[in-house]
């Protein structure tokens, strides 16, 4: 169907392309529609074949049978459904029947149908894996069997891509998955819990549910980097789903605010060379500084006309009639909240139909259009633009130095959500038509988000949310943070916590949990080497310590080694002195792919990635001192999933174990 679909395609554009200018216009209309509907078609069975072409390798993982009044019914699961001759012979895993495989030991079970939920006895629970249409083994559930199953796809050596986690997921990840109520959902999870496969697969899930509400165009992730979204691209087709729209936060700030300000790229606390540049960071990133200026802008959309008001009218000329201050002044108040230009839109309509009311059609002709009459009305504001409105509450508020002079409309990265705040007082989340498309937004690494960008994004996408991310991974300087304080900037908000990590061995997991300690984390039981502390007299005996810990990697032919730096500057400059010896890769914010080899990069940009092995540098006691030093040791530490060298020099930071 794929092939004739493209033949009749090609044929149809031939024609279209020989007889130009011949056809009569209907004709070629109809013509370039049928075209266009040709392509949808093809489109849609070319991704019918890919999804059977990988179902051919991959068909099912699981068989559930289900006993109910005495009769019972065998399902297999897969990634994606497949019926034949009417008759279904496989289940997609994201069906009501395969909670049965998620949720259920053999035993009394249950499912839920649109025709309520079904009770019975799950008789026969099998897990089994097929390769390239090839049975590998097959096994009847009990505990040690799933923990087999965890255990192999855990062992795996890491890739350059996330894979989907379909045939193992635990039952305390499938609840998430499967949330569907409405709002904001918060997670929380420890370091290797399984958040942004969760993420991916509940994205899957909601695409599968929710057809007619969502679809990828109308979904979107908020990432922490390009290359952690590049990290994640694979999961969505490989679960059979097209890929949605990914940003990171510094590339929407710039969509949001395309035409108003460019913005600086995000700094690395730890880059900071600047006080008092970091000091102004430090200062829009409280709870404090996002309570007044949103409290302030209420303020301003509010103000009822009695007190002071951002619109300063004058009488206004209206093609031979005039519109009073006090008019006008009640006009714009009768309208708050409304968002500025909307109401300075009203207000012109209002002016007008006043103008056109008392002269009787007399003046049409100097009668302005409601265009050129609100641009009049935005002259009487005391701030015409949102960086006017920005300017003006940080002078308000005498926080004037928290600003600094913009260079050709550039402002300074923290600047840009409050400035995207004051912009929606102006348009409302309407006017900003890239955000206005989503109708769900997923925000991974959520404790990097300040409270002001929470703000903005609550305001900025008011369909459904997933945030997850970790308290315990702030690497921007700040700490002490709780989940159900990012959930209180979000109104209907429900948080659920992950308690248990898979990513690292039982050994790796250990250290971290030394380095800080995170009350009711469980590590999953998959042992491996200890990890090697190791100290090091200077530069060249870093470089000749990482050097064999390379050799080593390369010996277990294993794909990926993460590099791991406390700040961007140092994993520059390592990364120079490195490739001297071997191959190296830099991840920087301008990194587009996760690369396979050697990676050399910082706690920052590591963050969300993850390594078959890492090697930490300088992890001594001045790189690593304060609380927020000890956040970003322990975010290093859990990249790594099978082996984990740490190297310092002098004394070792005070948070590793003596
Ligand atoms: N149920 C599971 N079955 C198999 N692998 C899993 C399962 N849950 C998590 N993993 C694996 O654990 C690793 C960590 O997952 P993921 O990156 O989604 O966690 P995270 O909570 O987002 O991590 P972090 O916050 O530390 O970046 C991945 O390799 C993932 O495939």
């Known amino acids: 169907m794929a092939q004739r679909a493209a033949d009749s395609h090609r ?64 399902t297999y699961i897969g990634r994606s459904a497949f019926t034949w001759e009417n008759r279904s012979l496989i ?52 505990s040690s069997v799933r923990d087999e199953v965890l255990a192999r796809a855990l062992s795996r050596t890491s890739d350059t891509r996330m894979h989907d986690i379909v045939n193992s997921i635990q039952q305390e990840q499938n609840v998430i998955i499967r949330d569907e109520r409405p709002g ?14 969760i993420a991916l697969h509940r994205i899957a899930y909601l695409l599968y549910q929710q057809k007619d509400r969502l679809n990828a165009q109308s979904v979107a992730i908020l990432s922490p980097s390009s290359v952690f979204s590049d990290y994640i691209s694979g999961v969505l087709p490989e679960l059979g789903e097209e890929p949605v729209r990914q940003w990171s936060v510094h590339g929407l700030a710039q969509v ?54 951002l619109f300063e009218p004058r009488d206004l000329a209206v093609g031979g009639s005039t519109a009073s201050a006090d008019w006008l002044a009640q006009r714009f108040a009768a309208y708050a909240p409304v968002p500025f230009e909307e109401r300075l839109h009203l207000v012109a309509g209002d002016a007008l139909a006043l103008a056109q009311g008392a002269t009787f059609g007399r003046y049409a002709h100097v009668m302005p259009t409601r265009k050129e009459l609100k641009g009049r009305l935005l002259r009487m504001m005391r701030a015409k633009n949102p960086l006017a409105l920005y300017r003006r509450f940080l002078a308000e508020t005498g926080q004037s130095k928290l600003l600094r002079a913009s260079q050709k409309g550039m402002v300074e990265w923290e600047d840009a959500f409050p400035l995207l705040l004051c912009a929606l007082a102006f348009r409302g989340a309407d006017g900003f038509p890239a955000a206005a498309q989503v109708r769900h937004l997923v925000v991974d690494e959520m404790q990097d988000l300040t409270p002001v960008q929470h703000e903005a994004l609550a305001r900025l996408f008011p369909g459904s949310k997933t945030l997850l991310g970790d308290v315990n991974q702030l690497v921007d300087g700040r700490t002490g943070q709780v989940p159900e304080a990012v959930a209180a900037h979000y109104p209907d908000a429900r948080t659920m916590r992950l308690m248990r990590s898979y990513r690292s061995t039982w050994e790796i997991a250990h250290l971290a949990q030394q380095v800080l300690p995170v009350a009711g984390l469980q ?20 470089l000749a310590a990482v050097a064999e810990a390379v050799a080593a990697w390369q010996k277990d032919g294993r794909r990926t080694l993460g590099i791991i730096c406390k700040s961007d500057l140092l994993a520059a400059r390592y990364g120079e002195l490195l490739a001297h010896d071997f191959p190296v890769t830099l991840i920087t914010d301008r990194t587009e792919t996760f690369p396979a080899g050697v990676a050399v990069t910082s706690v920052r940009l590591a963050k969300g990635l993850e390594f078959d092995e890492a090697v930490l540098l300088d992890a001594d006691c001045q790189q690593y001192a304060t609380e927020a030093d000890r956040h970003l040791l322990y ?24």
């Not at 904001?184 to 942004?196: D, E, F, M, P, W």
């Not at 975010?635 to 003596?658: C, D, K």
Request: with cysteine; charged share 20%.
């Open 91 to 142: 289940s997609d895993w994201r069906s009501p029947v395969a909670a049965l495989f998620y949720d259920f030991e053999p035993g009394p079970a249950s499912f839920a149908t649109p025709s309520g939920s079904r009770e019975g006895q799950l008789t026969l629970k099998r897990q089994i894996s097929i390769e390239r249409g090839q049975l590998v083994w097959a096994a009847d559930s009990s």
């Open 256 to 309: 949001l605010l395309e035409g108003m300000a460019k913005v600086q790229p995000p700094r690395s606390f730890a880059d900071e060379a600047d006080p008092a540049r970091a000091r102004r960071a430090a200062a829009k990133g409280t709870e404090a500084f996002a309570r007044q200026l949103t409290q302030w802008l209420e303020a301003q959309l509010g103000a009822s006309g009695d007190g002071p008001s």
């Open 184 to 197: 904001t959902l918060v997670i929380q999870g420890v370091a290797g819990s399984g958040k942004t496969s």
């Open 11 to 74: 044929e149809a554009g031939a024609y279209l392309a020989s007889a130009r200018g011949e056809p009569s216009p209907e004709e070629a209309h109809l013509s370039a529609y049928e075209l266009n509907r040709m392509d949808q078609q093809a489109a849609s069975a070319a991704l019918a074949r890919q999804r059977l072409h990988r179902l051919l390798g991959n068909p099912y993982f699981a068989r559930v049978d289900f006993c109910e009044n005495g009769s019972t019914s065998q």
């Open 635 to 658: 975010t290093a530490i859990t990249r790594a999933m099978h082996r984990l060298t740490v190297l310092y020099r002098h004394e070792p930071s005070p948070f590793l174990p003596q």
């Open 523 to 542: 590590a999953v039981e998959r042992h491996g080497d200890a990890p090697l502390i190791r100290r090091c007299r200077d530069t060249s005996g870093t």
